[in-house]
């Protein structure tokens, strides 16, 4: 019989644990958690997106993005605004507050991800970086 760290999925899951636990610690000073900070990052790289979007691309359950757009709102890092699509749906965009957030956030970020990746030189971090990106492109969307 194999044992726990010989499954990879178990390895995935723990690092993914740890790496979550940093960040929140990381983010802790601010208020925010990780899926405040992933919401952010999402919405740096969109003009806009419909709070269905950010579920989908995320991973996020519908009501659970209401209320983390509502947190970034009320610190002033996105707002919602009406589509220019569609006046009845109503998009949510970063603010000039969130786009701060996240350039003074990218070297505490950058630190984060440095711990968690120590053991590996640069060329193995690239590696890697590469492989996830692939899985999750096939796997998750």
């Keep these: 019989m194999r044992g726990l760290h010989a ?7 723990r690092l993914g644990l740890r790496s979550g636990q940093l960040f ?12 405040h900070y992933a919401v952010l990052r999402f919405l ?3 003009p806009g997106a419909l709070q269905r979007e950010l579920s989908a691309s995320l991973g996020y359950d519908p009501s659970a993005i ?6 970034l709102e009320k610190l002033g ?3 919602r605004r009406p ?8 998009i949510i965009v970063l603010t000039e507050g969130g786009r701060a957030f996240l350039r003074d956030t990218d070297e505490a970020g950058q630190r984060v991800t440095n711990e968690l990746l120590q053991p590996l030189d640069p060329t193995e971090r690239e590696q890697l970086h590469g492989l996830l990106q692939r899985v999750t492109e096939s796997g998750l969307g």
């Design 7 to 13: 499954d990879t999925g178990y390895l995935l899951y």
């Design 83 to 90: 589509s220019p699509d569609d006046r009845r749906s109503r």
């Design 66 to 71: 209401v209320g983390l757009v509502d947190d």
């Design 77 to 79: 890092f996105a707002e």
């Design 44 to 46: 740096a790289t969109s």
């Design 24 to 35: 929140n610690t990381f983010l802790q000073e601010s208020g925010l958690r990780l899926r």
